[in-house]
C-alpha cells in the first residue's frame, strides 16, 4: 500500500508544480459527459489545469443496481429436533451500493497525444457487494430477528423483515492509479471519446453477514469460501486476498464552455 500511496503522491505532485507554472489554462474550459464501465453508468465533468493536466470530477452508478437468483444450501440445523429447509433459497444483490464518487487527475507527458497517466481517489459507501437472502418462506414471522442458527463457522439471524443480510466491505476512500487514452477537454473537437484502464486499492473484500439477535446493527460473522462448502469456487477467499480492483472505463465528452 505505502508503494501505492507513494506513486500517487508523486503523479499528483508533479501535476500540482506543472500547473503552477502553467496557470494561465487554470479552469478556463469545461466539458462534461457519460461514462461506462466497471464502476458502472456515470457523470463526469472535466476542466483543464494546465496544457498538460486536466481535472475530472464524476459519480457512477451501477445499472442495473441489482441481480437476482435461487441458490441451494441444503438443510441447516438450528435445534436438535428441527433443521431449514433452504434448497431454494432467492438471493438479490448488486453492487456499488449508493454508486460511488470519484476525483481524477489526467497527466499529460504531451498535451499534444492522447496518452496520459491517471491519479485520483474514488469514494463512496464501503458496501462494495450487497446481498439480502430471503428467509421469509423458511421462517415464522416471530422468528424474524430472534431465531439464532448457524452454518459451518457463520453465526447469523434475519433482520426484522425476514431477511439476511450480506455485504463485501471495502475501504470507503480508495486511491485509483491507470493510464488512459483521450482528452476530456479538447476544443478542437465537439465530442470528445476517453478510456481508462487502472487499478483500485480497495485493501481487499471481507465479505460479512450479520447477526440482528444480538444487537439492533447486527454484530458482522465473516464469510469464507469455506462457509459455503466452496459453492462459490472459492472466489470470496480470492476477493479477501486481492487488494486491488481493475477498472476500465469508456467516457464521452462534450465541451459546454
Known amino acids: 500500500m505505502n508503494k501505492f500511496f507513494s506513486a500517487l503522491s508523486i503523479l499528483l505532485a508533479w501535476a500540482a508544480v506543472n500547473a503552477s507554472a502553467q496557470d494561465k489554462q487554470f479552469f478556463n474550459h469545461l466539458s462534461a459527459g ?45 435445534a436438535k429436533t428441527r433443521t431449514l429447509d433452504v434448497t431454494h433459497l432467492p438471493l438479490r444483490g448488486g453492487i456499488w451500493k449508493d454508486g460511488i464518487g470519484k476525483l481524477l487527475v489526467d497527466v499529460y507527458p504531451s498535451s499534444r497525444r492522447p496518452f496520459h497517466f491517471v491519479a485520483g481517489l474514488f469514494v463512496g459507501s464501503s458496501h462494495w457487494l450487497y446481498g439480502k437472502a430471503d428467509f421469509r ?22 433482520d426484522p423483515e425476514g431477511f439476511i443480510i450480506v455485504d463485501g466491505h471495502i475501504n470507503p476512500v480508495m486511491p485509483y492509479l491507470g493510464i488512459g487514452f483521450g482528452h476530456a477537454v479538447y476544443l478542437q473537437k465537439r465530442v470528445n471519446v476517453t478510456f481508462d484502464m487502472g487499478v483500485l486499492y480497495t485493501g481487499g473484500v471481507s465479505m460479512r453477514t450479520y447477526n440482528y439477535l444480538r444487537n439492533d446493527d447486527g454484530e458482522p460473522s465473516i464469510i469464507t469460501s469455506r462457509s459455503l462448502d466452496n459453492r462459490d469456487k472459492g472466489i470470496i477467499d480470492i476477493l479477501a486476498g486481492l487488494p486491488i480492483l481493475p477498472i ?9 464552455l
Not at 139 to 156: G, M, Q
Not at 248 to 256: A, R, T
Open 34 to 78: 457519460v461514462s461506462l464501465g466497471i464502476d458502472g453508468l456515470g457523470l463526469e465533468v472535466a476542466a483543464p489545469l494546465t496544457r498538460n493536466v486536466q481535472l475530472r470530477a464524476g459519480y457512477s452508478l451501477f445499472i442495473p443496481p441489482y441481480i437476482s437468483k435461487t441458490v441451494d444450501f441444503g438443510t441447516v440445523q438450528v
Open 137 to 158: 418462506h423458511v421462517i415464522r414471522p416471530d422468528e424474524y430477528a430472534t431465531l439464532s442458527f448457524s452454518y459451518h463457522d457463520i453465526t447469523v439471524s434475519t
Open 248 to 256: 476500465l472505463k469508456l467516457n464521452v465528452f462534450f465541451n459546454i
